[in-house]
């Protein structure tokens, strides 16, 4: 672990590897759950970073590689596991996170169809459940959530890249996640799905042009995290509702978090604007991460300031 390459993309076996060796190096911070099997039987981990203490936290959930081609994103998910780890008893900052916050991160939500991209075609994006009688393959998991689902932005063609699947949380992955999220609902603060490309930070909603209830305020946290992220590389990121600066988009997990009550739901896009897209080289891993990661944690600042205090720990 202490050579363990942040800096590249990483096969699914080595991911798996990776949490053995996280949970095994801080086993009193870190413990790996099993959250599902993915269609392909394939079992779904996330990993659960806590400091024992007998007061209720809140949570904040951390998805990445929901979309199987967007290869920086679960190298994301990696990187914040590893500097909230090397941090925590040295930064004042990161400590105070992590006594009143619970951590849960899921690195790979698309685990089939990222293995996809490293055996057969790098740029698939879909799962890999089979439909039609194995004429066409894969669901959209950003579009089969259940929230308006199929309405807009998303396609009941199994061939189409956005398919929607054969009804709401139709695919196992979606189930798990779905289930989980829902069992913890009360205390999930922040909601957060790590994707590429674009540079942006994207608020509910997609599937309408109506604005949750907290806008301005979601508005104002995300905007901060993007001063906060250009002042790393001076990387310019937008911030604004799904549908208003990107496209429509119907069941997607955000909209899904926020419409079931999580405060704070956003998507991230991560680099590039287009030069590489998906194919981002692994030259800009390092800096990527550190951006975002500076972005991330002025969301968990400002949202713990706001929102934190479950408990009289301070
Ligand atoms: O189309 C998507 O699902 C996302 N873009 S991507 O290029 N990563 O595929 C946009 C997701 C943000 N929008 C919603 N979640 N509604
Ligand atoms: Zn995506």
Redesign the pocket.
């Known amino acids: 672990l202490e050579t363990y390459p942040y800096n590249r993309y990483h096969p699914m076996g080595e991911i798996y590897q990776w949490m053995s060796l996280i949970r095994e190096k801080y086993p009193e911070v870190v413990t790996q759950h099993f959250l599902g099997m993915t269609y392909e039987t394939r079992p779904m981990y996330y990993l659960k970073i806590s400091q024992p203490s007998n007061n209720p936290k809140k949570i904040i959930w951390m998805d990445c590689g929901i ?1 199987a081609r ?1 290869w920086i994103a679960p190298a994301f998910c990696q990187w914040f596991v590893r500097e909230i780890l090397q941090n925590y008893q040295d930064n004042s900052r990161i400590r105070r996170l992590l006594k009143n916050l619970d951590f849960y991160v899921l690195p790979v939500l698309n685990i089939d169809g990222y293995i996809y991209t490293w055996t057969t075609d790098r740029l698939w994006r879909k799962s890999r459940s089979s439909h039609n009688n194995g004429t066409c393959f894969g669901t959209d998991l ?1 579009r089969n959530f259940n929230v308006s689902w199929c309405s807009i932005g998303a396609s009941k063609n199994c061939s189409d890249s956005t398919f929607c699947g054969t009804e709401p949380v139709s695919e196992p992955e979606t189930k798990a996640v779905s289930s989980f999220i829902e069992s913890k609902k009360e205390d999930i603060l922040c909601f957060l799905t790590i ?4 540079q942006l930070i ?1 608020m509910p909603y ?1 599937y309408t042009r109506n604005k949750p209830s907290n806008y301005k305020e979601l508005i104002q946290v995300g905007q901060k995290a993007a001063n906060a992220l250009k002042a790393k590389h001076g990387t310019n990121y937008r911030v604004g509702s ?1 549908i208003d600066i ?1 496209y429509a ?1 119907s069941g ?1 997990s ?2 899904w978090a926020r419409d079931i009550g999580i405060p704070f739901s956003y ?1 991230f ?1 991560l680099r590039d604007n287009g030069t590489h897209g998906f194919v981002l080289p692994e030259a800009q891993i390092q800096a990527t991460c550190e951006e975002t990661m500076a972005a991330v944690l002025s969301i968990l600042d400002d949202v713990y300031e706001k929102y934190g205090y479950s408990n009289s720990a301070g």
Not at 195 to 198: A, E, L, P, R, V
């Open positions: 979309h967007e950003n994707h590429s490309y674009g994207l997609g799904s990107l988009t997607s955000r909209d998507t896009e």
